[in-house]
């Protein structure tokens, strides 16, 4: 497939200057194509072609067949229509493609309604100046595929609904940005490969992505999405997921299913900053051991997830914003799971979670890093605060929160500030886990001495709070000196 590609973009590309000059001719460029394709080792056949008033250019009963069988795709006609130009392409409603990867043979329908390509990328005098745009849309486009006989593929298949797609490549000022929407995302598959198996089906809402990025020139000017010079963005909305899967690896069964909220993806590189946002409303999931596992199922679900990072790579010469913001909300085990550990229920099922929200000041110099030099030259803090951190798990938490500047003048780093800590439910907790024979005598006792030591007791009980300040003279806990 490597090769047909390479063939196609190679003729249709480097070749234009020399039949571009006869504007709208459809026919001399895509015998160039097909040509160029044969050269490479590609065979093609068709029944007849036919050329239209219009300049279109028409093939029935389309074979293609890339070299050392990698895959063959037939059709029952094709159709290309020049207007200026642009040329649309149409197709029949069904392709057969078959071949090998990887000396594994493979089928499958493409089944479309109403699909459409257009693109000015073939019939044009000045590709290396003007923008290159390509869409296409369809009322259906499936993938149906597999041999429900066959020892290693027995289905494929992808519904996407109704899609749409756009792209534009400048080749003047070296970018690209585009789009794809579908109705749907339904997927299932099932296989045998080296003796492992997979058999999945999954739906999936709406899909929504876009992009737009810089194209670097080499990987030399790919570090210019470090330094600020170039930037880059994906983002992408899905909706609501559900899936049931079996599996069965190196003789380990097991059966899975769960369903999740929509969700939100963010990648952004800009002015050297990097954002990293997920979104999720949650998800359920109910994991079955096969025979022979001496395990409960297994049940997991959490409410809420979200993750937001944002890192200023390319802030060498002065101080930027960093921020961490994590949650995992509501997130709760079955009691199937919970029954192994702990039978009398003795340990509170309340559900867990993690909030971690914490800003930064900070100066990077991503291009050292990736320079290969000392990654403590290449990263200096200038302040920290600590909104929130928590954990809460098993009837008890840990919740942190202070600030603190930074004196870089050393050789390390020292802050100046101060540490909120309140410990609630830790010594129980730790006592059921003596009782249950999973935590150490010796180990709990440790770890009451330590809250003892740099804890006082709080308003409520099993309650330990300290305050740990950060001074030029050293660093105290509750006003007392602890270095």
């Known amino acids: 497939m490597k090769k047909l590609v390479t063939a196609f973009t190679s003729v249709a590309f480097l ?56 895959f063959t795709m037939s059709m029952d006609w094709l159709k290309g229509v020049p207007s200026g130009s642009d040329v649309t392409f149409t197709v029949s409603d069904t392709i057969d493609v078959t071949g090998r990867e990887e000396g594994i043979e493979f089928s499958f329908e493409i089944q479309s309604s109403a699909f459409e390509l257009t693109t000015n990328g073939l019939l044009r005098e000045a590709m290396s100046t003007e923008d290159v745009t390509v869409t296409f849309s369809a009322d259906k486009f499936i993938v149906d595929g597999g041999d429900p006989d066959s020892d290693v593929l027995r289905k494929i298949f992808v519904d996407l609904g109704a899609i749409d797609f756009d792209l534009l490549v400048s080749t003047e000022e070296m970018f690209v940005k585009g789009g794809f929407d579908s109705e749907k995302m339904d997927v299932a598959y099932d296989y045998t490969i080296e003796g492992d198996s997979q058999d999945v089906e999954q739906t999936t809402g709406a899909t929504i992505v876009s992009f737009e990025f810089d194209i670097p020139e080499d990987e030399e000017d790919a570090l210019g999405y470090l330094d600020g010079s170039k930037s880059g963005i994906i983002e992408m909305e899905s909706g609501a997921s559900e899936f049931v899967m079996t599996m069965d690896t190196d003789g380990i069964a097991l059966g899975m299913e769960g369903a999740s909220g929509a969700g939100t993806f963010l990648l952004e590189v800009v002015d050297g900053n990097i954002t990293y946002d997920v979104n999720a ?29 944002i ?5 060498a010469d002065a101080p930027a914003e960093m921020i961490i913001d994590i949650l995992f909300a509501d997130l709760v085990v079955g009691e199937g799971l919970w029954s192994m550990i702990d039978p009398g229920q003795t340990i509170s099922r309340d559900p867990a979670q993690l909030d971690i ?43 942190m929160d202070g600030a ?3 004196d870089n003048s050393g050789p390390i780093p020292m802050p100046l500030g101060s540490l909120n800590i309140d410990l609630r439910g830790i010594s129980t907790l730790s006592n059921q886990l003596v009782a249950l024979g999973l935590l150490d005598q010796m180990q709990a006792g440790m770890a009451m001495g330590m809250m003892m030591a740099f ?23 509750n006003g007392q000196s602890i270095r």
């Open 15 to 70: 070749g234009s200057a020399s039949y571009a000059l006869a504007q709208n001719q459809l026919e001399t460029t895509l015998d160039l194509v097909v040509r160029g394709m044969m050269d490479d080792g590609a065979e093609i056949s068709y029944d007849e072609r036919v050329i239209g008033a219009d300049g279109s250019v028409e093939y029935t009963d389309l074979v293609i067949a890339a070299p050392d069988e990698e």
């Open 311 to 315: 890192v200023p790579a390319g802030a």
């Open 281 to 309: 409303d949650g998800f359920d999931m109910l994991v079955t051991p096969g025979p022979g596992l001496p395990i409960p199922p297994v049940e997991v679900a959490m409410g809420e997830m979200a993750m937001k990072l």
């Open 357 to 399: 929200d914490i800003e930064a000041l900070v100066q990077l110099d991503a291009m050292a890093a990736a320079a290969g030099e000392d990654p403590a030259s290449a990263a200096t803090i200038h302040s920290l605060d600590i909104n929130q951190v928590l954990l809460s798990l098993a009837g008890a938490s840990i919740q």
């Open 455 to 477: 804890g006082k007791p709080g308003d409520e009980a099993d309650q330990f709070i300290s305050e740990i300040t950060f001074t030029e003279d050293g660093i105290m806990a």
């Open 404 to 406: 603190a500047t930074f």
